[in-house]
Protein backbone atom coordinates (compact mmCIF):
# COMPACT_ATOMS: atom_id res chain seq x y z
CA UNK A 1 0.00 0.00 0.00
CA UNK A 2 1.56 3.24 -0.74
CA UNK A 3 1.46 6.50 1.49
CA UNK A 4 -1.43 8.40 -0.99
CA UNK A 5 -3.40 5.03 -1.08
CA UNK A 6 -3.25 5.04 2.98
CA UNK A 7 -3.82 8.30 3.08
CA UNK A 8 -7.39 8.37 1.12
CA UNK A 9 -8.69 5.31 3.13
CA UNK A 10 -8.09 7.39 6.37
CA UNK A 11 -9.92 10.13 4.98
CA UNK A 12 -12.97 8.16 4.36
CA UNK A 13 -12.02 6.26 8.28
CA UNK A 14 -14.21 6.40 11.02
CA UNK A 15 -11.59 7.82 13.96
CA UNK A 16 -11.48 11.62 14.08
CA UNK A 17 -8.03 11.64 15.21
CA UNK A 18 -6.64 9.82 12.07
CA UNK A 19 -8.86 11.63 9.97
CA UNK A 20 -7.60 15.57 12.03
CA UNK A 21 -4.11 13.49 11.29
CA UNK A 22 -4.27 13.47 7.63
CA UNK A 23 -5.27 17.08 6.89
CA UNK A 24 -3.44 20.06 8.19
CA UNK A 25 0.08 19.87 8.21
CA UNK A 26 0.27 17.50 11.04
CA UNK A 27 0.01 14.72 8.01
CA UNK A 28 3.70 15.39 6.43
CA UNK A 29 5.01 14.18 10.22
CA UNK A 30 2.48 11.56 11.16
CA UNK A 31 1.94 9.32 8.42
CA UNK A 32 -1.58 7.20 9.14
CA UNK A 33 0.92 4.39 8.18
CA UNK A 34 3.42 4.94 10.73
CA UNK A 35 1.32 5.58 13.77
CA UNK A 36 2.13 2.71 16.34
CA UNK A 37 -1.49 3.32 17.51
CA UNK A 38 -3.12 2.59 13.72
CA UNK A 39 -1.07 -0.26 12.96
CA UNK A 40 -1.50 -0.52 8.72
CA UNK A 41 -2.96 -4.44 9.13
CA UNK A 42 -6.35 -2.64 10.42
CA UNK A 43 -7.12 -1.31 7.47
CA UNK A 44 -7.40 -3.84 5.10
CA UNK A 45 -8.34 -7.33 5.23
CA UNK A 46 -6.34 -10.41 5.77
CA UNK A 47 -5.32 -13.39 4.77
CA UNK A 48 -8.09 -15.99 4.67
CA UNK A 49 -7.73 -19.38 6.50
CA UNK A 50 -5.75 -22.60 5.18
CA UNK A 51 -4.90 -25.79 5.33
CA UNK A 52 -1.33 -25.88 6.99
CA UNK A 53 0.11 -22.99 8.99
CA UNK A 54 2.98 -20.78 8.33
CA UNK A 55 4.94 -19.19 10.64
CA UNK A 56 4.74 -15.09 10.13
CA UNK A 57 7.23 -14.37 7.01
CA UNK A 58 8.82 -11.90 9.42
CA UNK A 59 10.52 -14.84 11.40
CA UNK A 60 13.19 -16.21 9.82
CA UNK A 61 15.26 -17.95 12.08
CA UNK A 62 16.37 -21.42 11.10
CA UNK A 63 18.58 -24.24 11.40
CA UNK A 64 21.56 -24.22 10.00
CA UNK A 65 23.66 -26.55 8.26
CA UNK A 66 26.96 -27.82 9.42
CA UNK A 67 29.56 -28.35 6.85
CA UNK A 68 30.11 -31.81 5.42
CA UNK A 69 31.04 -33.60 2.21
CA UNK A 70 27.62 -35.13 1.60
CA UNK A 71 24.30 -32.99 2.98
CA UNK A 72 22.91 -36.62 3.57
CA UNK A 73 25.80 -37.50 6.13
CA UNK A 74 25.49 -34.23 8.05
CA UNK A 75 24.00 -32.49 10.65
CA UNK A 76 21.69 -29.45 11.23
CA UNK A 77 21.36 -27.35 14.04
CA UNK A 78 18.85 -26.00 16.23
CA UNK A 79 18.65 -21.87 16.89
CA UNK A 80 18.41 -22.21 20.52
CA UNK A 81 18.85 -18.49 20.44
CA UNK A 82 16.13 -17.43 18.94
CA UNK A 83 13.56 -19.92 20.70
CA UNK A 84 10.89 -19.44 23.45
CA UNK A 85 9.96 -22.41 26.09
CA UNK A 86 11.16 -25.24 26.24
CA UNK A 87 9.80 -27.10 23.18
CA UNK A 88 11.54 -27.28 20.02
CA UNK A 89 9.39 -26.18 16.76
CA UNK A 90 9.27 -30.07 15.35
CA UNK A 91 10.73 -27.75 11.74
CA UNK A 92 13.96 -26.73 13.92
CA UNK A 93 14.56 -30.02 15.52
CA UNK A 94 17.84 -30.36 14.84
CA UNK A 95 18.90 -33.18 12.20
CA UNK A 96 21.88 -35.56 12.42
CA UNK A 97 21.53 -38.47 9.68
CA UNK A 98 23.97 -41.09 8.41
CA UNK A 99 22.30 -41.64 4.67
CA UNK A 100 19.88 -38.92 4.36
CA UNK A 101 16.16 -38.68 5.03
CA UNK A 102 14.10 -41.58 3.56
CA UNK A 103 10.81 -41.21 1.85
CA UNK A 104 9.01 -43.93 3.48
CA UNK A 105 4.85 -44.39 2.80
CA UNK A 106 3.85 -45.33 6.40
CA UNK A 107 0.61 -48.01 4.75
CA UNK A 108 3.75 -50.03 3.45
CA UNK A 109 6.16 -49.67 6.56
CA UNK A 110 6.49 -52.56 9.08
CA UNK A 111 7.81 -52.86 12.46
CA UNK A 112 9.61 -56.77 12.93
CA UNK A 113 10.26 -58.29 16.39
CA UNK A 114 12.03 -61.01 16.35
CA UNK A 115 15.08 -62.87 18.02
CA UNK A 116 15.11 -64.52 21.11
CA UNK A 117 11.10 -64.28 21.54
CA UNK A 118 8.11 -66.41 21.89
CA UNK A 119 6.52 -65.16 18.26
CA UNK A 120 8.14 -62.69 16.45
CA UNK A 121 5.75 -60.22 15.64
CA UNK A 122 5.33 -57.59 12.18
CA UNK A 123 3.38 -54.91 13.36
CA UNK A 124 1.81 -52.06 11.23
CA UNK A 125 1.80 -48.63 11.52
CA UNK A 126 -1.88 -49.04 11.97
CA UNK A 127 -1.86 -51.52 14.42
CA UNK A 128 0.88 -50.16 16.75
CA UNK A 129 -1.66 -47.17 17.45
CA UNK A 130 -4.12 -49.08 18.24
CA UNK A 131 -1.96 -50.43 20.98
CA UNK A 132 -2.41 -48.40 24.52
CA UNK A 133 0.16 -44.98 23.97
CA UNK A 134 1.51 -42.99 26.40
CA UNK A 135 2.69 -39.00 25.54
CA UNK A 136 5.75 -37.85 27.38
CA UNK A 137 8.01 -34.90 26.58
CA UNK A 138 11.74 -35.35 26.64
CA UNK A 139 14.68 -33.47 24.77
CA UNK A 140 17.18 -35.67 22.47
CA UNK A 141 20.62 -34.54 22.17
CA UNK A 142 23.35 -35.73 19.71
CA UNK A 143 26.21 -37.01 21.93
CA UNK A 144 28.21 -34.81 19.83
CA UNK A 145 26.41 -31.26 21.11
CA UNK A 146 29.21 -29.13 22.90
CA UNK A 147 31.43 -30.72 20.67
CA UNK A 148 33.17 -27.18 19.62
CA UNK A 149 34.07 -26.69 23.50
CA UNK A 150 36.75 -29.33 23.47
CA UNK A 151 38.87 -26.67 21.60
CA UNK A 152 39.31 -23.15 23.14
CA UNK A 153 37.14 -20.75 22.47
CA UNK A 154 36.26 -19.31 18.96
CA UNK A 155 34.42 -15.76 19.89
CA UNK A 156 32.25 -15.55 17.08
CA UNK A 157 30.64 -19.32 18.27
CA UNK A 158 26.99 -18.77 18.98
CA UNK A 159 24.60 -20.92 21.24
CA UNK A 160 23.26 -22.82 17.65
CA UNK A 161 26.46 -23.80 16.59
CA UNK A 162 27.64 -24.92 20.40
CA UNK A 163 24.66 -26.35 21.36
CA UNK A 164 22.35 -26.58 18.71
CA UNK A 165 21.82 -30.19 18.17
CA UNK A 166 19.52 -30.62 21.02
CA UNK A 167 15.48 -30.30 20.64
CA UNK A 168 12.81 -31.66 23.18
CA UNK A 169 9.46 -32.43 21.64
CA UNK A 170 6.47 -33.83 22.73
CA UNK A 171 6.43 -37.48 21.34
CA UNK A 172 3.79 -40.05 21.31
CA UNK A 173 3.99 -43.87 20.99
CA UNK A 174 3.98 -46.83 22.26
CA UNK A 175 5.88 -48.33 25.36
CA UNK A 176 8.99 -51.00 23.82
CA UNK A 177 7.98 -52.76 27.08
CA UNK A 178 4.47 -53.56 25.73
CA UNK A 179 5.86 -54.45 22.44
CA UNK A 180 8.15 -57.11 24.10
CA UNK A 181 5.53 -58.55 26.11
CA UNK A 182 3.28 -58.80 23.19
CA UNK A 183 6.29 -60.80 21.34
CA UNK A 184 7.31 -62.79 25.17
CA UNK A 185 11.04 -62.15 25.62
CA UNK A 186 12.80 -65.54 26.18
CA UNK A 187 15.51 -66.31 29.19
CA UNK A 188 18.66 -64.93 27.61
CA UNK A 189 17.75 -62.01 26.24
CA UNK A 190 19.88 -59.21 27.80
CA UNK A 191 19.95 -56.95 24.49
CA UNK A 192 17.64 -55.27 21.71
CA UNK A 193 19.20 -54.38 18.31
CA UNK A 194 17.21 -51.56 16.75
CA UNK A 195 17.75 -50.70 13.23
CA UNK A 196 16.16 -48.11 10.76
CA UNK A 197 15.31 -48.09 7.17
CA UNK A 198 17.41 -45.51 5.61
CA UNK A 199 19.80 -46.43 3.09
CA UNK A 200 22.62 -47.59 5.94
CA UNK A 201 19.98 -49.24 7.94
CA UNK A 202 20.91 -47.33 11.33
CA UNK A 203 21.67 -50.09 13.94
CA UNK A 204 22.34 -49.70 17.61
CA UNK A 205 22.20 -52.01 20.64
CA UNK A 206 20.22 -51.24 23.48
CA UNK A 207 20.50 -52.97 27.05
CA UNK A 208 16.85 -54.88 27.74
CA UNK A 209 16.24 -53.35 31.09
CA UNK A 210 16.98 -49.85 29.48
CA UNK A 211 14.20 -50.93 26.77
CA UNK A 212 11.92 -52.06 29.20
CA UNK A 213 12.35 -49.20 31.04
CA UNK A 214 10.83 -45.99 29.55
CA UNK A 215 11.80 -46.38 25.78
CA UNK A 216 9.42 -45.80 23.23
CA UNK A 217 8.41 -46.59 19.79
CA UNK A 218 7.21 -42.98 18.81
CA UNK A 219 5.01 -41.83 15.85
CA UNK A 220 3.98 -38.93 17.39
CA UNK A 221 5.68 -35.28 17.49
CA UNK A 222 4.17 -32.27 19.64
CA UNK A 223 0.41 -32.99 18.01
CA UNK A 224 1.36 -34.03 14.67
CA UNK A 225 2.83 -37.36 12.91
CA UNK A 226 7.04 -37.37 13.00
CA UNK A 227 8.68 -35.20 10.71
CA UNK A 228 10.41 -37.19 8.03
CA UNK A 229 14.03 -35.82 9.55
CA UNK A 230 12.96 -37.06 13.35
CA UNK A 231 12.03 -40.84 11.97
CA UNK A 232 8.41 -40.34 10.06
CA UNK A 233 6.51 -42.80 10.53
CA UNK A 234 8.13 -44.49 13.56
CA UNK A 235 11.28 -44.06 15.85
CA UNK A 236 13.05 -45.07 19.04
CA UNK A 237 13.07 -42.64 22.02
CA UNK A 238 15.38 -44.07 24.82
CA UNK A 239 14.88 -40.95 27.24
CA UNK A 240 18.08 -39.01 28.13
CA UNK A 241 20.22 -40.93 25.98
CA UNK A 242 22.36 -39.86 22.92
CA UNK A 243 20.30 -38.60 20.23
CA UNK A 244 21.83 -41.70 18.17
CA UNK A 245 20.53 -44.21 19.96
CA UNK A 246 16.93 -43.48 19.14
CA UNK A 247 17.06 -45.21 15.81
CA UNK A 248 14.87 -42.95 13.54
CA UNK A 249 12.81 -44.93 11.02
CA UNK A 250 12.63 -47.84 13.11
CA UNK A 251 12.02 -51.10 11.39
CA UNK A 252 13.15 -54.04 13.66
CA UNK A 253 14.08 -54.87 17.23
CA UNK A 254 16.06 -57.91 16.85
CA UNK A 255 15.87 -58.79 20.86
CA UNK A 256 19.61 -60.93 21.63
CA UNK A 257 21.88 -61.92 23.82
CA UNK A 258 24.88 -59.39 23.97
CA UNK A 259 25.75 -56.07 22.36
CA UNK A 260 26.50 -55.94 18.79
CA UNK A 261 29.38 -54.26 18.46
CA UNK A 262 27.72 -51.83 15.92
CA UNK A 263 29.79 -49.52 13.87
CA UNK A 264 27.97 -47.28 15.99
CA UNK A 265 28.60 -48.14 19.07
CA UNK A 266 32.47 -49.06 18.44
CA UNK A 267 33.95 -46.59 15.72
CA UNK A 268 31.48 -44.03 16.34
CA UNK A 269 29.79 -42.17 19.81
CA UNK A 270 32.93 -43.85 22.15
CA UNK A 271 34.82 -41.93 23.89
CA UNK A 272 38.79 -41.70 23.36
CA UNK A 273 40.95 -41.02 27.15
CA UNK A 274 44.26 -39.62 26.61
CA UNK A 275 45.73 -43.11 27.69
CA UNK A 276 44.27 -44.62 24.36
CA UNK A 277 41.16 -46.34 26.00
CA UNK A 278 37.28 -45.63 24.92
CA UNK A 279 34.85 -45.52 26.76
CA UNK A 280 31.75 -47.57 25.58
CA UNK A 281 27.77 -47.68 26.09
CA UNK A 282 28.63 -43.60 27.25
CA UNK A 283 24.26 -43.43 26.71
CA UNK A 284 23.19 -40.94 29.68
CA UNK A 285 23.43 -37.39 28.60
CA UNK A 286 25.13 -35.55 31.33
CA UNK A 287 23.62 -32.40 33.25
CA UNK A 288 23.94 -29.08 31.40
CA UNK A 289 22.81 -25.64 30.96
CA UNK A 290 23.11 -22.82 28.28
CA UNK A 291 22.20 -19.42 28.51
CA UNK A 292 20.57 -18.36 25.20
CA UNK A 293 19.86 -14.75 25.82
CA UNK A 294 21.58 -12.99 25.91
CA UNK A 295 24.20 -15.19 23.66
CA UNK A 296 27.03 -15.47 21.39
CA UNK A 297 26.58 -13.10 18.26
CA UNK A 298 23.70 -11.12 19.88
CA UNK A 299 23.59 -7.44 20.91
CA UNK A 300 22.85 -5.32 23.68
CA UNK A 301 21.55 -1.63 23.09
CA UNK A 302 22.25 -0.10 25.90
CA UNK A 303 23.20 -0.32 29.69
CA UNK A 304 19.56 -1.37 31.92
CA UNK A 305 17.27 -4.54 32.29
CA UNK A 306 17.70 -7.42 30.54
CA UNK A 307 16.11 -10.50 31.79
CA UNK A 308 18.74 -13.47 30.56
CA UNK A 309 16.73 -17.16 29.85
CA UNK A 310 18.21 -20.02 28.94
CA UNK A 311 17.81 -24.01 28.72
CA UNK A 312 18.96 -26.90 31.36
CA UNK A 313 18.41 -30.39 30.69
CA UNK A 314 19.83 -33.89 32.48
CA UNK A 315 19.82 -37.58 30.82
CA UNK A 316 20.13 -38.53 34.48
CA UNK A 317 16.35 -36.71 35.61
CA UNK A 318 15.06 -33.77 36.69
CA UNK A 319 16.65 -30.31 36.62
CA UNK A 320 17.45 -29.16 40.65
CA UNK A 321 18.93 -26.15 40.00
CA UNK A 322 19.99 -23.85 37.60
CA UNK A 323 22.82 -21.45 39.00
CA UNK A 324 23.92 -18.00 36.56
CA UNK A 325 26.94 -15.94 37.22
CA UNK A 326 27.13 -12.27 35.55
CA UNK A 327 30.71 -11.62 37.03
CA UNK A 328 32.48 -14.17 35.28
CA UNK A 329 32.17 -17.03 37.96
CA UNK A 330 33.04 -14.95 40.93
CA UNK A 331 29.81 -15.27 42.55
CA UNK A 332 26.63 -17.76 41.21
CA UNK A 333 22.80 -17.00 42.33
CA UNK A 334 20.00 -19.61 41.84
CA UNK A 335 17.66 -18.63 38.57
CA UNK A 336 13.77 -19.14 38.33
CA UNK A 337 12.81 -22.47 36.89
CA UNK A 338 9.77 -22.57 34.61
CA UNK A 339 6.99 -24.78 36.08
CA UNK A 340 6.34 -27.97 35.66
CA UNK A 341 10.02 -29.12 35.46
CA UNK A 342 10.00 -32.54 33.83
CA UNK A 343 12.38 -35.05 34.01
CA UNK A 344 14.87 -35.44 31.01
CA UNK A 345 13.48 -32.45 29.37
CA UNK A 346 14.43 -29.07 28.26
CA UNK A 347 13.93 -26.83 31.63
CA UNK A 348 13.43 -22.93 30.92
CA UNK A 349 15.47 -20.87 33.30
CA UNK A 350 15.01 -17.05 33.76
CA UNK A 351 16.96 -14.77 36.17
CA UNK A 352 16.32 -10.35 36.05
CA UNK A 353 20.08 -8.60 35.73
CA UNK A 354 20.53 -5.03 34.94
CA UNK A 355 23.66 -4.29 33.15
CA UNK A 356 25.52 -1.49 34.02
CA UNK A 357 27.74 -1.28 30.83
CA UNK A 358 30.68 -2.56 31.78
CA UNK A 359 32.53 -5.33 30.61
CA UNK A 360 31.39 -8.99 32.01
CA UNK A 361 30.91 -12.76 31.37
CA UNK A 362 27.92 -14.30 32.22
CA UNK A 363 27.41 -18.06 32.69
CA UNK A 364 25.16 -21.10 33.66
CA UNK A 365 25.62 -24.04 35.38
CA UNK A 366 23.23 -27.08 35.81
CA UNK A 367 22.74 -28.77 38.90
CA UNK A 368 20.38 -32.09 38.71
CA UNK A 369 18.28 -34.15 40.84
CA UNK A 370 21.23 -36.74 41.29
CA UNK A 371 23.41 -33.93 41.99
CA UNK A 372 25.31 -34.52 39.34
CA UNK A 373 26.89 -30.66 38.43
CA UNK A 374 27.85 -29.43 35.45
CA UNK A 375 31.50 -28.85 35.07
CA UNK A 376 33.93 -26.45 33.84
CA UNK A 377 35.93 -26.80 30.82
CA UNK A 378 38.79 -27.40 32.47
CA UNK A 379 37.67 -29.73 34.93
CA UNK A 380 36.25 -31.86 32.12
CA UNK A 381 39.69 -31.57 30.32
CA UNK A 382 41.71 -32.95 33.26
CA UNK A 383 39.25 -35.41 33.74
CA UNK A 384 38.90 -36.60 29.67
CA UNK A 385 41.51 -34.94 27.67
CA UNK A 386 40.72 -33.42 24.31
CA UNK A 387 39.89 -36.23 22.14
CA UNK A 388 36.56 -37.71 23.31
CA UNK A 389 34.50 -35.79 21.34
CA UNK A 390 31.30 -36.81 22.49
CA UNK A 391 29.54 -35.95 25.74
CA UNK A 392 30.62 -32.52 26.25
CA UNK A 393 28.60 -30.97 29.27
CA UNK A 394 31.23 -27.94 29.85
CA UNK A 395 29.79 -24.61 30.88
CA UNK A 396 29.20 -22.27 28.68
CA UNK A 397 30.63 -18.33 28.96
CA UNK A 398 29.39 -15.50 27.25
CA UNK A 399 31.36 -12.23 27.34
CA UNK A 400 29.42 -8.97 27.29
CA UNK A 401 31.41 -5.95 25.66
CA UNK A 402 31.52 -2.42 26.40
CA UNK A 403 29.72 -1.96 23.08
CA UNK A 404 27.76 -4.36 24.32
CA UNK A 405 28.71 -7.30 21.87
CA UNK A 406 28.17 -10.39 22.96
CA UNK A 407 31.31 -13.28 22.29
CA UNK A 408 31.47 -16.99 23.00
CA UNK A 409 34.03 -16.97 26.11
CA UNK A 410 36.12 -19.59 27.61
CA UNK A 411 35.35 -19.86 31.81
CA UNK B 1 -5.08 -71.54 10.12
CA UNK B 2 -3.73 -68.33 9.27
CA UNK B 3 -0.59 -66.79 11.46
CA UNK B 4 -3.16 -64.25 12.81
CA UNK B 5 -5.42 -66.00 14.85
CA UNK B 6 -2.37 -68.02 15.68
CA UNK B 7 -1.16 -65.35 17.60
CA UNK B 8 -4.74 -63.83 18.43
CA UNK B 9 -5.21 -67.80 19.90
CA UNK B 10 -2.02 -67.14 22.38
CA UNK B 11 -3.43 -63.66 23.12
CA UNK B 12 -6.55 -65.30 24.65
CA UNK B 13 -4.96 -68.12 25.99
CA UNK B 14 -2.07 -65.27 27.63
CA UNK B 15 -5.85 -62.91 28.37
CA UNK B 16 -7.69 -66.14 30.69
CA UNK B 17 -4.14 -66.79 32.17
CA UNK B 18 -4.15 -63.46 33.62
CA UNK B 19 -7.47 -63.71 34.70
CA UNK B 20 -10.08 -60.72 35.54
CA UNK B 21 -8.34 -58.30 33.38
CA UNK B 22 -5.20 -55.96 34.58
CA UNK B 23 -2.77 -57.32 36.91
CA UNK B 24 -0.86 -54.61 38.44
CA UNK B 25 0.98 -52.61 36.60
CA UNK B 26 0.48 -54.75 33.36
CA UNK B 27 -1.28 -53.89 30.58
CA UNK B 28 -3.31 -57.05 28.99
CA UNK B 29 -1.84 -58.68 25.44
CA UNK B 30 -3.37 -56.32 22.58
CA UNK B 31 -3.47 -59.56 20.00
CA UNK B 32 -1.96 -57.43 17.53
CA UNK B 33 0.78 -58.14 15.33
CA UNK B 34 1.15 -60.47 13.04
CA UNK B 35 3.17 -63.67 13.63
CA UNK B 36 6.06 -63.67 11.28
CA UNK B 37 7.04 -66.60 9.13
CA UNK B 38 10.46 -67.86 9.19
CA UNK B 39 10.79 -67.64 5.47
CA UNK B 40 9.68 -63.90 5.59
CA UNK B 41 12.58 -63.24 8.39
CA UNK B 42 15.46 -64.03 5.81
CA UNK B 43 14.20 -61.32 3.73
CA UNK B 44 14.46 -58.62 6.28
CA UNK B 45 18.32 -58.49 5.78
CA UNK B 46 21.33 -59.57 8.25
CA UNK B 47 21.95 -58.44 11.76
CA UNK B 48 25.14 -59.64 12.42
CA UNK B 49 26.38 -59.98 15.99
CA UNK B 50 30.20 -60.61 17.39
CA UNK B 51 30.01 -64.03 17.34
CA UNK B 52 29.12 -64.23 13.97
CA UNK B 53 25.52 -64.64 14.68
CA UNK B 54 23.78 -63.50 11.73
CA UNK B 55 26.68 -63.99 8.86
CA UNK B 56 25.53 -65.56 5.76
CA UNK B 57 27.30 -68.09 3.77
CA UNK B 58 29.71 -67.26 1.65
CA UNK B 59 33.68 -66.22 1.48
CA UNK B 60 36.40 -64.48 -0.09
CA UNK B 61 40.10 -63.76 0.00
CA UNK B 62 41.52 -60.16 0.04
CA UNK B 63 43.27 -60.66 -3.31
CA UNK B 64 39.46 -61.86 -4.57
CA UNK B 65 38.20 -58.43 -2.88
CA UNK B 66 41.16 -56.38 -4.77
CA UNK B 67 39.26 -55.39 -7.63
CA UNK B 68 35.97 -54.90 -6.17
CA UNK B 69 37.61 -52.53 -3.56
CA UNK B 70 39.39 -50.86 -6.06
CA UNK B 71 36.18 -50.34 -8.70
CA UNK B 72 33.52 -50.03 -5.65
CA UNK B 73 35.32 -47.78 -2.60
CA UNK B 74 38.47 -46.78 -3.62
CA UNK B 75 37.30 -43.35 -4.58
CA UNK B 76 36.04 -42.11 -1.62
CA UNK B 77 38.29 -44.24 0.96
CA UNK B 78 41.82 -44.19 -1.42
CA UNK B 79 43.58 -46.91 -2.60
CA UNK B 80 45.52 -48.05 0.50
CA UNK B 81 42.36 -47.16 2.75
CA UNK B 82 44.34 -44.17 4.50
CA UNK B 83 44.05 -41.62 1.45
CA UNK B 84 40.51 -40.51 1.84
CA UNK B 85 38.58 -38.17 1.34
CA UNK B 86 36.09 -39.98 3.42
CA UNK B 87 36.36 -42.05 6.37
CA UNK B 88 39.85 -43.59 7.04
CA UNK B 89 39.57 -47.30 6.74
CA UNK B 90 43.18 -48.90 7.50
CA UNK B 91 46.24 -47.33 9.45
CA UNK B 92 46.80 -45.39 12.81
CA UNK B 93 47.95 -48.36 14.83
CA UNK B 94 49.23 -47.38 17.90
CA UNK B 95 48.20 -43.60 17.43
CA UNK B 96 44.88 -43.64 20.27
CA UNK B 97 47.06 -42.01 22.69
CA UNK B 98 48.65 -39.43 21.28
CA UNK B 99 47.39 -36.02 20.12
CA UNK B 100 46.36 -36.94 17.05
CA UNK B 101 44.41 -39.98 17.40
CA UNK B 102 43.60 -42.06 14.11
CA UNK B 103 40.31 -44.49 14.51
CA UNK B 104 40.54 -47.17 11.92
CA UNK B 105 39.31 -50.06 10.98
CA UNK B 106 42.73 -51.70 12.40
CA UNK B 107 43.79 -49.16 15.06
CA UNK B 108 40.46 -48.84 16.59
CA UNK B 109 37.33 -51.61 16.01
CA UNK B 110 36.65 -54.24 18.75
CA UNK B 111 35.58 -56.69 15.95
CA UNK B 112 35.98 -57.88 12.58
CA UNK B 113 32.17 -58.81 12.35
CA UNK B 114 31.32 -54.79 12.71
CA UNK B 115 33.05 -54.52 9.55
CA UNK B 116 31.02 -57.33 7.39
CA UNK B 117 27.55 -55.86 9.41
CA UNK B 118 28.01 -52.33 8.14
CA UNK B 119 29.34 -52.83 4.67
CA UNK B 120 26.46 -54.96 4.09
CA UNK B 121 24.33 -52.48 5.46
CA UNK B 122 25.58 -48.89 4.22
CA UNK B 123 28.44 -49.43 1.47
CA UNK B 124 28.88 -48.11 -0.80
CA UNK B 125 27.55 -45.08 0.49
CA UNK B 126 25.98 -43.76 -2.82
CA UNK B 127 24.77 -47.33 -3.67
CA UNK B 128 23.64 -49.16 -0.52
CA UNK B 129 22.48 -53.00 -0.67
CA UNK B 130 23.77 -53.51 -3.92
CA UNK B 131 26.56 -55.69 -2.61
CA UNK B 132 25.97 -59.67 -2.65
CA UNK B 133 27.30 -61.43 0.15
CA UNK B 134 30.07 -62.87 -1.59
CA UNK B 135 30.86 -59.28 -2.46
CA UNK B 136 30.70 -57.86 1.12
CA UNK B 137 33.16 -60.84 2.44
CA UNK B 138 35.45 -59.76 -0.66
CA UNK B 139 35.21 -55.90 0.66
CA UNK B 140 36.26 -56.80 4.06
CA UNK B 141 38.29 -59.40 3.02
CA UNK B 142 40.46 -56.48 1.33
CA UNK B 143 40.18 -53.79 4.70
CA UNK B 144 41.27 -56.09 7.03
CA UNK B 145 43.94 -57.01 4.43
CA UNK B 146 44.92 -53.16 4.05
CA UNK B 147 45.11 -53.15 7.91
CA UNK B 148 47.84 -56.23 7.89
CA UNK B 149 44.89 -58.36 9.91
CA UNK B 150 44.75 -61.11 7.02
CA UNK B 151 46.56 -62.30 3.91
CA UNK B 152 45.92 -62.25 0.49
CA UNK B 153 45.11 -66.05 0.50
CA UNK B 154 43.25 -66.01 4.08
CA UNK B 155 39.45 -67.44 3.50
CA UNK B 156 37.21 -65.20 5.44
CA UNK B 157 33.57 -66.39 6.15
CA UNK B 158 31.30 -66.57 8.53
CA UNK B 159 33.70 -69.18 10.29
CA UNK B 160 37.07 -67.03 10.49
CA UNK B 161 34.99 -63.37 10.21
CA UNK B 162 34.50 -63.65 14.36
CA UNK B 163 37.80 -65.19 15.32
CA UNK B 164 40.48 -62.90 13.61
CA UNK B 165 42.32 -60.74 16.85
CA UNK B 166 41.38 -57.27 15.86
CA UNK B 167 44.65 -54.98 17.98
CA UNK B 168 42.06 -52.46 20.22
CA UNK B 169 39.55 -55.67 20.97
CA UNK B 170 40.45 -54.35 24.67
CA UNK B 171 40.66 -51.06 24.39
CA UNK B 172 37.12 -50.33 25.33
CA UNK B 173 36.15 -50.02 29.30
CA UNK B 174 32.60 -49.55 30.47
CA UNK B 175 31.26 -46.21 31.24
CA UNK B 176 32.70 -44.43 34.35
CA UNK B 177 30.84 -41.29 34.85
CA UNK B 178 29.82 -39.47 36.90
CA UNK B 179 33.52 -39.03 36.27
CA UNK B 180 34.54 -35.09 36.67
CA UNK B 181 35.39 -33.22 39.64
CA UNK B 182 32.82 -29.96 39.39
CA UNK B 183 34.59 -26.66 39.65
CA UNK B 184 33.44 -25.49 43.44
CA UNK B 185 32.18 -22.08 43.80
CA UNK B 186 30.34 -21.33 47.15
CA UNK B 187 26.71 -22.09 47.02
CA UNK B 188 24.19 -19.11 47.05
Redesign the interface.
Same mark, same amino acid.
Given at each position: MTGDDARTKAGHGRRGFLKAATLGSAAAVLRPSTLLGQPRSGRSLGEGVGGYGDRSPFETTLRRVRGSRYAQAAGSLTPLQNLNGSITPSALHFERHHSGIPEIDPSEHRLLIDGLVDRPLVFSLAELQRMPAVTRTYFVECSGNGRVKWSPAEPDTDAQAAFGMTSCSEWTGVPVSALLREVGASAGASWVVAEGADACRMTRSVPLDKAMDDTLVAYGQNGEALRPAQGYPLRLLIPGWEGNICVKWLRRLRVVDQSYLTREETAKYTDLMPNGEARQYTFVMDAKSVITRPSGGQQLDEPGFYQISGLAWSGRGRVQRVEVTTDGGRSWAEAQLQDPVLPLAHTRFRFDWSWDGSETTLASRCIDETGDVQPSRAALIAARGTQSSYHNNAVQGWRIGRDGRVENVDV | MSSRSL?AG? +?LVTVAMLGAGKVEG??L??????? +?VPS??ET??A?????G?GLPSGRATAAEGRVLYDRRCAACHGLTGQEG !??ARLAGGRDS??G?Q !?R?T?GS????A??LW??VN??MP?DQ !??SLTSDEVYAAVAYVLFLNDLVDEQDPVDADSLPRIEMPNRA?????????????Q? !???
Amino acid at each position: MTGDDARTKAGHGRRGFLKAATLGSAAAVLRPSTLLGQPRSGRSLGEGVGGYGDRSPFETTLRRVRGSRYAQAAGSLTPLQNLNGSITPSALHFERHHSGIPEIDPSEHRLLIDGLVDRPLVFSLAELQRMPAVTRTYFVECSGNGRVKWSPAEPDTDAQAAFGMTSCSEWTGVPVSALLREVGASAGASWVVAEGADACRMTRSVPLDKAMDDTLVAYGQNGEALRPAQGYPLRLLIPGWEGNICVKWLRRLRVVDQSYLTREETAKYTDLMPNGEARQYTFVMDAKSVITRPSGGQQLDEPGFYQISGLAWSGRGRVQRVEVTTDGGRSWAEAQLQDPVLPLAHTRFRFDWSWDGSETTLASRCIDETGDVQPSRAALIAARGTQSSYHNNAVQGWRIGRDGRVENVDV | MSSRSLHAGI +ALVTVAMLGAGKVEGQTLLTGLGRL +AVPSELETWGAIVGPDGAGLPSGRATAAEGRVLYDRRCAACHGLTGQEG !PDARLAGGRDSLAGDQ !PRKTVGSYWPAATTLWDYVNRAMPFDQ !PGSLTSDEVYAAVAYVLFLNDLVDEQDPVDADSLPRIEMPNRAGFVDDPRPDVVAAQA !PRP
